[in-house]
T-cell receptor, first 111, second 117 residues
């Protein structure tokens, strides 16, 4: 089965800087990859989806890249704000639509 | 749009009792809903896929007799944890797929924290 790897160490970043998170998968290239935000004690909130034939996707201050050669997706938060502090989850989707999540990376943005 | 609710948000029960968790899609119809559980600092693990009007499909290692799933309508799926034990204590999250294609986005509920004493 697919293994999704995200950096388990929290990412501490100063307000205004760009946070970059990494998601690596080990087996087959998924048709698409999704990023979610999860706050403590809450369910995940969908942020962005990128397809395997797309190199980059943007939404406001968020940017996602997808490199099928490296089996990696990068998630960027530009001009980060304290309100961006949360855990960010990467997930791949199989052909049945099942999501497989990484453990997530916690982002802490300090003023 | 695309709001999913769960009830209750928190539940504490005694060992041996059963607990029912409801998942509702409030503003759309969901042919398919999913149930996940999440332990602290760990990823969401898919437990089962629930299709309206048919039996749920369980992931390997998930006991179907312990975790009963019913998807009686296009807006409601329920998960019943039967004869709960302390090891069943976890954060249970449902999601509903907005659309019928496997590529359609899943929207997640706020989760239910189950504590079994």
């Amino acid at each position: 089965s697919q293994k999704i790897e995200q950096n388990s160490e929290a990412l501490n970043i100063q307000e205004g800087k760009t946070a970059t998170l990494t998601c690596n998968y080990t087996n087959y290239s998924p048709a698409y990859l999704q990023w979610y935000r999860q706050d403590p004690g809450r369910g995940p909130v969908f942020l962005l989806l990128i397809r395997e034939n797309e190199k980059e996707k943007r939404k406001e201050r968020l940017k996602v890249t997808f490199d099928t050669t490296l089996k990696q997706s990068l998630f960027h938060i530009t001009a980060s704000q304290p309100a961006d502090s949360a855990t960010y989850l990467c997930a791949t989707t199989d052909s049945w639509g099942k999501l497989q999540f990484g453990a997530g990376t916690q982002v802490v943005v300090t003023p | 749009g695309a709001v999913v609710s769960q009830h209750p948000s928190r539940v504490i029960c005694k060992s041996g009792t059963s607990v029912k968790i409801e998942c509702r899609s409030l503003d759309f119809q969901a042919t398919t809903m999913f149930w996940y559980r999440q332990f602290p600092k760990q990823s969401l693990m898919l437990m089962a896929t629930s299709n309206e009007g048919s039996k749920a499909t369980y992931e390997q290692g998930v006991e179907k007799d312990k975790f009963l799933i019913n998807h009686a309508s296009l807006t409601l799926s329920t998960l019943t944890v039967t004869s709960a034990h302390p090891e069943d204590s976890s954060f249970y999250i449902c999601s509903a797929r907005h659309g019928t294609a496997s590529t359609d986005t899943q929207y997640f509920g706020p989760g239910t924290r189950l504590t079994v004493l």
